[in-house]
């Protein structure tokens, strides 16, 4: 999308407020992460209308040799509300997010995020748009040397 007036360029992803849409993505953990859980808080906005969005996100790990066919683990939503049409959005932090798989030291993990426009709380009757998403871990180390 392109902003109105000084035309900055948001590569964005359109979630729909009807049927159900994933987007996926991957990230490399740094050595220094604990194996353990994650949260994340979705950025996004909207181009009109209001209401509430239901994001939610699952995750497995896999390893050097691991197949990439497998299961997702349990997801977590978190709800945030339409304030403003072409605002940033920073919705709240999720609730911790279990890892599935067998996470293991620079394991690759395989994210994937949806809108969940079959919840009640999700009433924004327009598309959302993902901008980004912020990933919490925690570490067990000072650094990855």
């Excluded at 993505?25 to 950025?43: C, D, H, Q, Y």
């Excluded at 977590?76 to 890892?99: N, W």
């Excluded at 690759?108 to 009640?120: C, E, G, M, S």
């Amino acid at each position: 999308i392109e902003t109105a007036t000084n035309k900055h360029n948001l590569r964005t992803f359109d979630f729909d407020s009807v049927a159900q849409e994933f987007a996926c993505f991957t990230l490399a953990m740094p050595k220094s992460w604990n194996e353990g859980t994650v949260t994340f808080r979705p950025i996004w906005t909207f181009s009109s209308g209001s209401g509430g969005v239901v994001w939610a996100l699952q995750a497995v790990a896999v390893s050097d040799a691991d197949a990439l066919d497998v299961a997702y683990g349990a997801e977590q939503a978190i709800t945030d509300a339409a304030l403003t049409a072409g605002d940033l959005h920073r919705a709240p932090e999720s609730a911790a997010i279990t890892v599935s798989g067998s996470p293991a030291v620079s394991d690759t993990v395989l994210f994937r995020i949806k809108r969940n426009p079959a919840d009640a709380s999700d009433t924004l009757g327009a598309d959302a748009r993902l901008i980004g998403i912020e990933i919490y871990v925690t570490t067990d180390a000072g650094s990855d040397a």
